[in-house]
């Protein structure tokens, strides 16, 4: 039905920088919000950042200033760009897509972070 395929994840050292994608397909229905959370082991899912159609963001506290969170509605496709990578940043990052009926899940890509 829906498939939300992501990319970008992998391998940094601790200051770099990575870009994660998510493109949304297999669906007519309109988009609303977007985001993206992370699982590490051990702990609980968290909001790391969403988007809504009108491009108001939000934002975890652990990430303010260095992630940042866009769409392309074109695209049905939303991106996360995280700078200034932490060690604790470390996590697999899942993609979340919000339709007025239902929520789709990407599968998670895995972001570490480390020397």
């Known amino acids: 039905q829906v498939q939300l395929r992501e990319s970008g994840g992998g391998l940094v050292q601790p200051g770099g920088s990575l870009r994660l994608s998510c493109a949304a397909s297999?669906?007519?229905?309109?988009?609303?919000?977007m985001g993206w959370y992370r699982r590490t082991p051990g702990k609980e899912r968290e909001l790391v950042a969403t988007?809504?159609?009108?491009?108001?963001?939000n934002y975890a506290d652990s990430v303010k200033g260095r992630f940042t969170i866009s769409r392309d509605n074109a695209k049905n496709t939303v991106y996360l760009q995280m700078n200034s990578l932490k060690p604790e940043d470390t996590a697999v990052y899942y993609c979340?897509?919000?339709?007025?009926?239902?929520?789709?899940w990407g599968q998670g890509t895995q972001v570490t972070v480390s020397s």
């Open positions: 979340n897509v919000k339709y007025d009926r239902f929520t789709a």
């Open positions: 297999g669906s007519s229905f309109a988009i609303n919000a």
């Open positions: 988007i809504t159609p009108g491009l108001s963001t």
